[in-house]
């Protein structure tokens, strides 16, 4: 298994404004992902943080509102740009290690609130 | 395209129950299927994982699933609920057979009384 640290763990926003989320793995992953899950909801896939290279979005989710950086195989940030109060949820890293049949390890997840 | 269909969004057991969470998928390949809790303001834990070996599953803190291919299903389930297994139960599938991304139901919590 991996150990995923998140920072911050919680964080009251103000409209308009961005926040940077930090995802910290102790060992070097195959893959990254960034979820969002909404109050009450289940987990939505935002994006595969690819090393070296842009991230790959789902529908529904774009470069310019949530970009994301992952300058190495232990590493990724996710932006929440321009804020709004829909922008409220949980954000989740996740990672796989090895091969396909390995599973994904989630982050304790970062619980932001926009005002 | 790959879905996952949780039915009951709550359920409720008396301690020392069967617990049986309800796990309907669609894949368009042989699917790889997990369980994650989440127990309150904590992020996801796998519970178990099917990934085409036994189509019986044991996971931990006494939780197993049964993948079964002619109903397409994996209910989760545990012969005798403890409080402490109140949480929020996920069901997902890979959304390929390559383990990339999992496409997650909407999730059922499980009230366990005294």
């Known amino acids: 298994s991996a150990v995923i640290s998140q920072k911050p763990s919680r964080d009251i926003c103000q409209r308009g404004t961005s926040l940077t989320i930090q995802c910290q793995v102790d060992?070097?992953?195959?893959?990254m992902f960034w979820y969002r899950q909404q109050p009450g909801q289940s987990l939505t896939l935002i994006a595969t943080?690819?090393?070296?290279?842009?991230?790959?979005?789902e529908s529904g989710f774009v470069i310019d509102k949530f970009p994301i950086s992952r300058p190495n195989l232990t590493f990724s940030t996710l932006t929440v740009s321009n804020m709004s109060p829909e922008d409220s949820s949980i954000y989740l890293c996740?990672?796989?290690?090895?091969?396909?049949?390995?599973?994904?390890?989630f982050g304790p997840g970062t619980r932001l609130t926009v005002l | 395209a790959q879905s996952v269909t949780q039915l009951g969004s709550h359920v409720s057991v008396s301690e020392g129950a069967l617990v049986l969470l309800r796990c309907n998928y669609s894949?368009?390949?042989?699917?790889?299927l997990f369980w994650y809790v989440q127990y309150p303001n904590q992020g996801l834990q796998l519970l178990l994982k099917?990934?085409?070996?036994?189509?019986l599953v044991k996971g931990i803190n006494g939780f197993e699933a049964e993948f079964k291919k002619s109903e397409t299903s994996f209910h989760l389930t545990k012969p005798s609920a403890h409080m402490s297994d109140a949480a929020e139960y996920f069901c997902a599938v890979s959304r390929n057979q390559a383990g990339t991304a999992l496409i997650f139901g909407k999730g059922t919590t499980l009230s366990v009384s005294s």
């Open positions: 996740s990672v796989r290690i090895g091969t396909a049949l390995d599973t994904q390890y």
């Open positions: 943080a690819n090393q070296g290279s842009e991230a790959t979005y």
């Open positions: 099917y990934t085409s070996a036994a189509t």
């Open positions: 060992s070097q992953v195959t893959m």
């Open positions: 894949s368009s390949v042989p699917p790889y």
